[in-house]
């Protein structure tokens, strides 16, 4: 029983797989942000601001502990071609006792946490917070099996029930007067559901197995992707924590917002399209030309997607901005569109860390972080002497030039050419400047009219999407192909 396998799918359709997957994934991922900002603007109309203030407190730790938790044992099992019962049991007690262990930690630092605030409701709530390491690792590897078996509609639907049901239950305890242990409940309940969920979709049951040695590559592995997120998590927090200290409330909360308003959904986009890319990628890890082509379709079909919503997002932000939040965010525009290039450039150049993994390679992710983390704080340091907006500027062209190394790194596991690659994208972005050109007029011509700005934002982005759709066809033979295959889908109007 113990040396049972569970082999990595062969022979896989990678268009279907990626297709079905971030259907499956992304209406997830859809669903969760719309009905959590719903109940959000719920629980915010019950509760006080102090309720969120005293989770947002303790928010910094607990991401900082979810380093270690998330160190990447799932990662591990969807990434190696064979594994059996004695590894996957020995990495399930592993982790269990590194989530007991975090808990554990987090319960014996929690005083201090309340001494740093001077606020003794924020240490009970960081030991309540800290239960959700033990949760997490109650399902770390039946999630990983999940994901490795390409059950993505599964994943899905956990996700989903996860998220109505937990923020159900934190509604109920906000009304019964639960302050903000309503929201304490909300991340406990979402983390229970979670592990319940996949522990009733996969079939695989832990035994009482502990073989360490076995663990060996595993833990090796894992052990490069710990080091790479701590590297991360300093590059990734250190901008927000130089400019809060540096330039105080009113520029941080400049930068902060600039930055969720188009990184946010961005981001949470390429990570469905890459938690559906890594495990078809590790399955067919060892056909190099099928794992070069595979990506670069994916990342090219993604830019030429998501980059002519972004160039929207950054003309009519330029508008609505100042209408609906009014003059005094007026600074928060060019910080904005700082971010949508940032964003641009993030789609093409750093989601590379698919390629690390998926080949194997992770100890070059980290190697990679380890020399670009100290450029980036350091132009962060010099940037931040110009403001919020300076600080914008150094820290995404410190992430754009840093990002060649990692390119070199990354595609010379897949044999893939700097130049190829950029290559590809040349019709898209024509296109792209194209249609940027032609909304940038149109903003300058509508200055001139005296028009609801929603009404002038909605014609801006309608006549820039079209303009870059109709560039696209003209200049991408692929586009016109897929046009073409599209319409023959289509049913034919009998005469």
Same mark, same amino acid.
């Given at each position: ?9 062969? /022979? ?15 209406? +997830? ?54 594994? /059996? ?16 262990v975090l808990a554990g930690v987090g ?28 949760? %997490? ?56 559901? #979670? ?33 790479y997120n701590l590297l991360n998590f +300093? ?21 902060? #917002? ?26 067919? %890890? ?41 003059? %005094?965010?007026?600074? #928060? ?18 989601? #590379? ?42 820290? /995404? ?73 109709? +560039? ?24």
């Amino acid at each position: 029983m113990d040396e049972e396998q569970y082999d990595l799918k062969k /022979n896989i359709n990678t268009k279907l797989t990626m297709v079905s997957g971030t259907c499956w994934r992304g209406s +997830a991922e859809a669903f969760r942000i719309a009905w959590t900002a719903l109940v959000v603007l719920i629980l915010a109309s019950i509760l006080d601001p102090i309720a969120f203030g005293l989770i947002g407190m303790t928010d910094a730790l607990v991401q900082f502990f979810n380093v270690f938790m998330t160190m990447g044992f799932d990662s591990a099992v969807i990434q190696q071609e064979k594994v /059996n019962n004695r590894i996957l049991s020995s990495l399930f007690w592993l982790n269990l006792m590194l989530g007991v262990v975090l808990a554990g930690v987090g319960t014996a630092v929690s005083p201090l946490l309340s001494w740093f605030y001077q606020d003794n409701r924020v240490g009970p709530i960081f030991v309540a917070l800290s239960m959700t390491f033990i949760l %997490q690792s109650f399902a770390v590897i039946q999630r990983g099996l999940l994901a490795r078996e390409m059950a993505f509609r599964s994943l899905a639907i956990v996700d989903i029930l996860a998220t109505i049901i937990s923020s159900l239950l934190a509604i109920f305890v906000a009304v019964r007067g639960g302050s903000y242990w309503s929201l304490v409940v909300l991340q406990l309940g979402k983390h229970a559901i #979670l592990s319940l969920g996949y522990w009733l979709t996969s079939p695989w049951r832990p035994q009482p197995l502990f073989d360490l040695r076995a663990t060996m590559p595993s833990v090796q592995f894992s052990g490069n992707i710990l080091f790479y997120n701590l590297l991360n998590f +300093a590059a990734t927090h250190s901008d927000i924590i130089l400019v809060g200290r540096l330039l105080g409330p009113e520029q941080a909360g400049f930068y902060l #917002l600039a930055n969720r308003l188009i990184m946010t959904p961005v981001g949470q986009v390429l990570n469905v399209i890459m938690q559906t890319l890594y495990p078809i990628l590790s399955a067919i %890890q060892n056909e190099i030309t099928k794992v070069r082509e595979t990506y670069v379709k994916v990342i090219l079909a993604t830019f030429s997607g998501l980059a002519p919503a972004i160039l929207v997002a950054g003309l009519v932000g330029t508008l609505l901005i100042p209408y609906y939040l009014g003059e %005094q965010w007026g600074a #928060l525009v060019p910080i904005f569109l700082v971010w949508c290039f940032g964003a641009l450039q993030r789609i093409v150049m750093s989601r #590379l860390s698919i390629l690390y993994l998926s080949m194997g390679r992770p100890d070059l992710q980290w190697k990679y972080q380890l020399v670009s983390t100290p450029i980036v704080i350091l132009a962060l340091v010099i940037g931040v002497q110009q403001g919020a907006f300076g600080a914008s500027v150094s820290y /995404n062209l410190a992430q754009f030039f840093t990002s060649f190394l990692s390119i070199y790194l990354a595609f010379s596991l897949i044999d893939l050419g700097m130049g190829t690659y950029f290559k590809r994208f040349r019709y898209s972005v024509a296109a792209l400047l194209v249609a940027a050109a032609v909304g940038v007029g149109l903003l300058y011509g509508f200055e001139q009219v005296a028009w609801h700005p929603l009404l002038v934002s909605g014609l801006i982005g309608l006549v820039v999407l079209a303009v870059y759709v109709l +560039a696209l066809y003209l200049l991408d033979p692929f586009a016109r192909q897929l046009w073409a295959d599209v319409r023959s889908w289509l049913p034919k109007r009998s005469v």
